[in-house]
């Protein structure tokens, strides 16, 4: 079974562990120097730096299969005057055997619930250009918006910026895919996030698709917001 919760400082361990090898495993068109950067350590102090000083309007969630932490996701508040939206869905991550299907539909409307409850809409979302899970945002309904550069470890790495502009349009998609996906249980509501137990679980194993990430701005400096 899957389950998907808001995420406990235990959990960092798994999610740094994630995180690097995901954006490693993704993010294969990227110079090794920025892979060597976000190593599993790096990342593991940044989670542990957000669990010290996180705000209110941040959501942090795992997946869990058979009670085993397999993915993350992770939104904000939109802190980059670039882009026109009060939210961001700010990084997305599974392992590679959960991929697919289910998964990115759920961490999807876990999050668009979430900004939606506190009032960070329109959302945004940044890829990079060379990840093609962006081509899903605009089937989606994601608009770009802004195309750039971000700059990491001197390195310069195009990114779209995109806007969601109906929210109840996307959660509506979001919740024909994970009913067709789910099809032995078509009838199943999956629930707003202030209704969700602890721990919601859903009836088949399920996966993610890669998420997007922080941006960097392109004045080759990095933007000091948070994890990546």
Partial sequence: MISIRAAKI??????SQIHAFCWRETYAFMPEAVLRSRSREYRQQQWL???DSHEDSDGLFVIEASQQVVG???CCR???PDIDGKGEMHAAYVLPDYR???TGPIMMLTMVDFLTER???PPVLWAFRDNPIRFWYAQMGWRSQVKRDRVIEGQRLPEVGYVCDDCNRLRQRLQLLIRRYCSENASMQIPRHSQMPAH????IPIAVSPGNNRKVTEMNQQTPLGPL
């Avoid at 235990?10 to 999610?15: G, K, L, Q, T, Y």
């Avoid at 919601?200 to 009836?203: K, L, M, R």
């Fill in 78 to 80: 939109n802190k980059d």
């Fill in 100 to 102: 697919g299907r289910e």
């Fill in 10 to 15: 235990d959990d960092v361990s798994m999610i």
């Fill in 49 to 51: 730096d957000w669990f």
């Fill in 72 to 74: 993350f996701c992770f």
């Fill in 119 to 121: 009032r960070l809409i």
């Fill in 200 to 203: 919601q679980t859903f009836p």
